[in-house]
């Protein structure tokens, strides 16, 4: 059973920088794309960044210039550098891989909580 491990929340002032870290405990193969998701209290989970198997990235338009997402192939890890972050990033953040083979699977993180305070 394959799992997502996430790491990198905690609680940071406003302006400040956090890298969130996901990685697969097992091998998985056919990843399409690898996604950071983020769900605030009373809202809906919304897409935060996504990067593609050739390197072709998206991201929300309210962190575009601040978020920046990679990925390692070879160690079937994604991560998250977000930069002048703001009191409306605050919350929990999860990691999607979504596996495309004959079928689509989609796995998930456990999620880790960011808090941006002062």
């Known amino acids: 059973q394959v799992q997502l491990v996430e790491s990198g929340g905690g609680l940071v002032q406003p302006g400040g920088s956090l890298r969130l870290s996901c990685a697969a405990s097992g091998s998985i193969f056919d990843i399409a794309s690898m996604n950071w998701y983020r769900q605030a209290p009373g809202k809906q989970r919304e897409l935060v960044a996504g990067i593609t198997t050739t390197g072709t990235t998206n991201y929300a338009d309210s962190v575009k210039g601040r978020f920046t997402i990679s990925r390692d192939n070879a160690k079937n890890a994604v991560y998250l550098q977000m930069n002048s972050l703001k009191p409306e990033d605050t919350a929990a953040y999860y990691c999607?891989?979504?596996?495309?083979?004959?079928?689509?699977?989609?796995?998930w993180g456990q999620g880790t909580q960011v808090t941006v305070s002062s």
């Open positions: 999607n891989f979504v596996r495309v083979t004959w079928r689509t699977t989609n796995y």
